[in-house]
């Protein structure tokens, strides 16, 4: 028999035991958020780079993350926290301003509880202290390289970059060597481009980039306009990214996957444009896209940044040609990967 002493102790028992951890819990939502900006600030110190030398255990951490965590079970709380923010990644509002145009931003609240911040110079150069950064594709891969280089260079050397960097279909090298920075952007509008660069040159490269962004298809649906045939590209470059995954003695690169813009039909610039590059095309291309075993999603290595959204988000007064949008967009792209490469470096830890 259970007496009314002992039962006023159970009830005593259970304040002392829950309240604090019902405190504990707000607090915690706070804390998180705190957490989340330290997060922020570890891990732009540990930097996306590790040493190609380093000894296989950050390689094993590094492929650990790139296998799916059966049931979910990350190392620690807060890489399951942040990870599970990516895919809020793409979540950015468009706002006028009659100083700067349209202009992006994470809401408030989405900044606060996932931490999501626009870098510094300071901040993307030392989150990429050491790396090599390659962006293989199309013109829409050149104005990423050139969102890159406006944020990592000072604007008179970014703008003197430029030149050279829109040579018309070649290759583009830049340096900031006081971080040991590299970025290339190679010239690849069609999927075999990409293909040969996995199965050829980095094959045979002594070192692989830290990070891989690639992205082509505007090629393709203009001069083959297929669906199926680019889908048949793609999974032929998702097999030889998956090839350079696979044997590497070093963590592999983090890829990304740059996707179609929007199309404004009535703006394209030349017949051809418009008569192949129609909203049904375009869809049928994203279907591919989603299809072939690219994306993380789909278990594939990339991760998308999906250009389509955020295209459409700026809207067609962001695109001259009704294709090449404007550097806000690609100032969004660049940041949306630069937060998700903060993410994936404190899961490397
Ligand atoms: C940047 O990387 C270099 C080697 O690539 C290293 O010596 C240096 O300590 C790093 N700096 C920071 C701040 O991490
Ligand atoms: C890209 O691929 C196309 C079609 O296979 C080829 O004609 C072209 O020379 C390649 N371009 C580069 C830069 O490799
Ligand atoms: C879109 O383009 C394709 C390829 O040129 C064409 O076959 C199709 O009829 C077009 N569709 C529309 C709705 O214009």
Same mark, same amino acid.
């Given at each position: ?75 620690? #709380?807060?890489? *399951?926290?942040?990870?599970?923010? !990516?895919?809020? +990644?793409? %979540? ?5 301003? &009659? /100083? ?35 962006? #293989?594709?199309? *013109?829409?891969?050149?104005?990423? !390289?050139?969102? +890159?280089? %406006? ?5 008179? &050397? /970014? ?191």
């Amino acid at each position: 028999m259970v007496s009314a002493a002992a039962q006023a102790g159970v009830v005593a028992a259970c304040v002392v035991l829950f309240v604090p951890m019902g405190l504990a819990g707000w607090h915690l939502s706070r804390n998180k958020v705190l957490f989340f900006s330290g997060a922020l600030f570890i891990s732009l110190a540990v930097g996306v780079h590790l040493s190609p030398y380093l000894p296989s255990l950050p390689h094993l951490l590094a492929a650990s993350f790139f296998l799916p965590h059966p049931g979910g079970t990350p190392s620690s #709380a807060y890489s *399951s926290a942040s990870s599970s923010c !990516v895919p809020f +990644l793409h %979540r950015v509002s468009w706002s006028d301003s &009659a /100083a700067t145009g349209r202009t992006w931003a994470w809401p408030p609240s989405l900044a606060s509880t996932c931490g999501f911040a626009r870098l510094s110079r300071d901040e993307a150069s030392l989150l990429l202290n050491g790396s090599w950064v390659m962006v #293989a594709g199309d *013109s829409q891969a050149r104005l990423l !390289v050139l969102a +890159l280089l %406006r944020l990592l260079l000072d604007p008179a &050397a /970014a703008a003197a970059a430029e030149p050279d960097l829109f040579r018309r279909h070649s290759d583009y090298r830049a340096t900031v060597p006081a971080r040991g920075i590299s970025v290339d952007f190679v010239w690849a509008p069609f999927e075999s481009n990409l293909t040969r660069l996995f199965r050829e040159d980095l094959r045979l490269a002594p070192r692989v980039p830290d990070v891989l962004v690639l992205g082509s298809g505007l090629w393709h649906m203009l001069h083959v306009t297929d669906a199926a045939s680019y889908g048949d590209a793609l999974a032929s470059v998702t097999a030889a990214a998956n090839s350079l995954r696979s044997p590497l003695p070093v963590p592999p690169p983090h890829m990304f996957w740059l996707g179609l813009p929007r199309l404004v039909n009535h703006m394209l610039n030349t017949e051809a444009k418009r008569a192949h590059m129609n909203v049904t095309m375009l869809r049928s291309y994203d279907r591919e896209v989603d299809q072939r075993g690219l994306l993380r999603g789909n278990g594939g290595p990339c991760m998308l940044l999906d250009v389509g959204k955020l295209t459409q988000g700026c809207g067609q007064q962001c695109a001259a040609d009704g294709m090449h949008y404007n550097g806000e967009v690609f100032d969004a792209v660049l940041h949306i990967m630069l937060n998700a490469l903060v993410i994936e470096s404190q899961q490397r830890i």
